[in-house]
């Protein structure tokens, strides 16, 4: 069981540039979830996806576009980046999209740099 | 006003010592509350959740909710250097989205 795997681990774009962030789970959670983590700042939600064919916006979410293209994988693009879009990014899955307590599983993080 | 508050720390104590990890939160209509440990350059993981109110004790670690002061805490007994890491207390929300504080880093020297 791998987990919450996240592709890739580093990551420098120039302005303008885009990329698309890969993430994918295989424990069959149904939620799955895109935050930005900047110091200072904590945890932000970017989008979410409580199920498989819906997606909402979280907190932060200009700037981003998410698909989930099935039950395991949630991917985030960013179509130009920003300086201002330089943070670690987390990808984390939940089992359920309704109720609580619902612990999120976190990957490992994506270290975006724009330059 | 963020909805849950936390200092940021650094908070550095000697091996042994109790920590006691604190949040603020300013709305009321939330029933749990999650404590995250987090690893230099790693995800975070869930340490432990609480209901709305009263202790919850796993170990050497407490999780306390004050419902009326709008308080929440994290205790750590005989602190370890693994313990070493930053602790993001959270809020539970509709559709189980969470909304985190800014963390405090824990150092624990030996």
């Known amino acids: 069981n791998a987990g919450v795997t996240q592709t890739p681990k580093f990551q420098v774009l120039k302005t303008g540039q885009s990329m698309t962030l890969q993430c994918a789970q295989d424990?069959?959670?149904?939620?799955m979830y895109w935050y930005r983590q900047d110091p200072g700042m904590g945890l932000r939600l970017i989008y979410y996806s409580a199920s498989e064919g819906t997606t909402d916006k979280g907190e932060v979410p200009n700037g981003y576009n998410v698909s989930r293209l099935n039950k395991r994988e949630f991917s985030l693009r960013l179509e130009s980046a920003a300086p201002s879009q330089t943070s670690v990014y987390f990808c984390?899955?939940?089992?359920?999209?309704?109720?609580?307590?619902?612990?999120?599983?976190f990957g490992p993080g994506t270290r975006l740099t724009v330059l | 006003q963020k909805e849950v508050e936390q200092d940021p720390g650094p908070l550095s104590v000697p091996e042994g010592a109790i920590v006691s990890l604190n949040c603020t939160y300013s709305?009321?209509?939330?029933?749990?509350f999650m404590w995250y440990r987090q690893y230099s350059r790693k995800g975070p993981e869930l340490l432990m959740y609480t209901y709305s109110s009263g202790n919850k004790e796993d170990g050497r670690f407490t999780a306390q909710v004050d419902k009326s002061s709008k308080y929440i805490s994290l205790f750590i007994r005989d602190s370890q250097p693994s313990d070493s890491a930053t602790y993001l207390c959270a809020k539970a929300g509709t559709a189980s989205k969470l909304t985190f504080g800014t963390g405090t880093r824990l150092q624990v020297t030996l």
């Open positions: 424990m069959n959670h149904n939620s």
């Open positions: 984390a899955s939940s089992v359920r999209g309704q109720g609580n307590p619902n612990e999120q599983f």
């Open positions: 709305n009321s209509a939330f029933q749990y």
